[in-house]
Every structure is written in structure tokens, then in C-alpha cells.
């Protein structure tokens, strides 16, 4: 069946009072980015409802788009027929017998936009409830708790037939909730610690850090094809990579072994709230979770958060490991996040790196290196792609994780 339109209900936006109308506007251009290739779909974001005119364009696809839009709470593709009733009983059990199974029961809810149609609310529901008694052999009402709810609404344009509801991703619309960086690795956590700050409206800016020629162009592909897995949730994304390589060796050089990692650490959170300063953005986020590794205990997190006053904010600080696996799986970036490629956070690390370093000593030992100048060297060389929906950056086979695993 060829769905003409699918109506999108919001969920969280209906709380905003007078801000309500830049959440559904941005709702609205979100939904566009992430269907910009399809040109023949529109976009109406509306005060009550947002209508996706499909024009042809395949349902099914759009409405798995639709799924990880945040903003969105659920929706229902609809069908537009004439505005004359033997037409619309027709399409009704025809709509209900492609869902219907034996015992199954059902409901009519009408809305009529167009005062001037001929018939009320109160007898089109009677009408097309008869009409599918008659119809559609052994189904039975059910007024408080349908199995199908077919819901009727006479527009001014026609009327519209829907008779499922999809759920939606919820939360906000990203871009309403502020714009930060996130402190992208390669690893599992911080893609889902992006998703997790997406969820709450905000419009996530990617820095990777990479230290060629100890990590490799793999590396860096798999950070951008996790960047394009998150643009399904609210549009384009900018991905920053950072060169690391000569702060790293730096480190490395004059760095007393155990304290390696802090510092390397240190100077990462001053790049990136460096970075974060100059793009006008108001936090940075990383994925980090309390006690997962060495440099995520409390007294680690102390030294490092050291380097900046800016807000650092860590959406998994609670979260077990499983928990978060379970998220990336549910967003499809577990399987990319375990290739086997190294990022510049798992090199030069020491056999026996600091679990709770001091602060005084992280100062003292930074002092060996010109911070001043590591940090301008590797803004300078940065570079700034622009991350879309449906870019892809290297094979996401699973046959082929296999094989390389």
C-alpha cells in the first residue's frame, strides 16, 4: 500500500510555551537535512503536527528515516483519498484487512477540519464503523483499547486515512539545546555519549584527535563514518580532526612514564576548550564513565578538568558497560566501534599509568613542555569537513569486521 503523506506528532515540544515555535521550526529543518535526497518530499512543521508529503517518494525509507529524528514522538504514514464516503469506506477495510487478524479489534476517530463537508464527526464514525462490521468478518469494537485505531481526518484538501502509529525517538530537536564539541575516540563510548547529548537538543560539534603515522587512515575514516552513523538523528554534522602527533612525542619525550596518560589527557581537554571558545560553542562532552579505565577515576578527572573552567560533560559518568554497549548497539555504532583500528588514545599509553594523580605533580611535570605552543600548532593544522546523512567513509560490512576481528 502507497502511503501519500505521514503525520508526525511531537512529544516534549507540546511543553515549551512561547519557545515552541523555534522547537517545531527546527524540527522542521532537521526532518529536511535528513531527507535532503529526497527533493520531492515536503516538509510542514505545523503548531500541532508536522505532514511529510511523500510525492512519490518510497514510504518505507522515509519513515525509517522518520524513527531516529529527535524531536519526533511518533508518527503515522496516511493515505489521501476523495472527499466522498463510498471512496473512504473503501479504503478503510481495505487498510484494516491489511492488518487484521482473527479476534482483532477496532475504533473510528474522526477530526474534521472542513466544517462544510456534508457529513459530522458523529456520523462519519458510524457510517465507516458499519461499514467494516459488515466487511470484514469477526472483528468487534472496542472503544477504550483497539487493536486498530483508524484515525479519519476531513482536510480542506481531502481526507486523510491513517490507521498505525510509529514511535518515534523522542527528546528534542537537535540545535534547541545549545551548541557544544564532543571529544570523539574510536571506541564505544563516545559515539553513544553523542547520542546522548543529541537526545537533549544539542547541536553536537565532532573533535577526533589523530597521531599519524602511529594511527592510520582507517582510523580516522571509522571516526568519520561514526560521525555520518549520528547525523540520522538531526542532520549534517562537523567533524574537526586535530593533528596530535608532535604533542604526543613531545609528551612522550619529557613526560615522567606514569603520569603520560594525564598529561597527554590534560592536553587534549585544553585543545579541544580551546577549539570549543573560538567556534562560539558553550561545552564539551566526552565518554567518559566513572572507574571504566585508569583515567577515568575521580582524582583523574580532577587533574585533567584542570586545564579549562569550560563545562565538561560526561552523559555515561553512571553507566555500566553493558548498558552502554546496549545503546550502541541500538543506534548501529557497536560493530564499527570494535574494528581493530588504533586511535592516539590507546598509543604511548604506559604499562602502569596513574589511577588518581596528583594535581600538583600533573602541573609540575607540564611545565617540561611549551603548552602554549602545542596547542596553537595543532589548532592551526586542524581541518573541518562537513559530515551528512548517507556519507559513507569506508566499508561497514559486517562479513567484513569479521574478517579483520
Known sequence: MQYSEIMVRYGELSTK????????????????????????????????????????????VVMNRLKDVFGIENFSPSIQVEKDMPTISEMVVAMIKEQFRPGMTFKITT??????FEFNTNQINNMLGDYVLDNVPGITVSVHNPDI???????????????????????????????????????????????????????????????????????LAKAK?????????????????VPFTEAQETIKEQIPEGYLMTIQRRMMLRIAAEITKRRHCTGIFNGEALGQVASQTLESMMAIND?????????????????????????????????????????FTPPSPKTRPSLEKSRLFEGNIDVDD?????????????IHPGDEFMNTDVEAFAELL
Open 17 to 60: 510555551g512561547k519557545n515552541r515555535k523555534d522547537f517545531i521550526r527546527q524540527l522542521g529543518r532537521n526532518t529536511k537535512a535528513v531527507l535532503k535526497d529526497f527533493p520531492m518530499v515536503e516538509v510542514k512543521a505545523q503548531r500541532d503536527r508536522m505532514h511529510v508529503d511523500l510525492n512519490g517518494a518510497d514510504d518505507k
Open 111 to 116: 477530526k474534521r477540519q472542513d466544517k462544510n
Open 149 to 219: 485505531e483508524m484515525r479519519v481526518e476531513v482536510r480542506l484538501n481531502g481526507v486523510f486515512l491513517s490507521s498505525e502509529t510509529i514511535h518515534g525517538a523522542g527528546g528534542l530537536p537537535v540545535g534547541t539545546g545549545g551548541r557544544a564539541t564532543m571529544m570523539l575516540s574510536g571506541g564505544i563510548d563516545s559515539p553513544v555519549a553523542a547520542y546522548m547529548a543529541m537526545k537533549r537538543g544539542v547541536k553536537i560539534d565532532m573533535i577526533h584527535f589523530y597521531s599519524p603515522p602511529y594511527t592510520s587512515e582507517q582510523a
Open 225 to 241: 563514518e561514526l560521525t555520518a552513523k549520528l547525523t540520522k538523528f538531526g542532520g549534517s554534522i562537523q567533524f574537526i580532526q
Open 307 to 347: 586545564v579549562t573552567n569550560m563545562p565538561v560533560l560526561r552523559p555515561l559518568i553512571s553507566m555500566d558497560k553493558t548498558d552502554i554497549i546496549k545503546i550502541a548497539e541500538k543506534i548501529d555504532t557497536y560493530d564499527l566501534s570494535i574494528l581493530p583500528y588504533e586511535d592516539c588514545c590507546t598509543i
Open 374 to 386: 602545542l596547542v596553537e600548532k595543532s589548532i592551526a593544522r586542524m581541518k573541518i569537513t562537513d
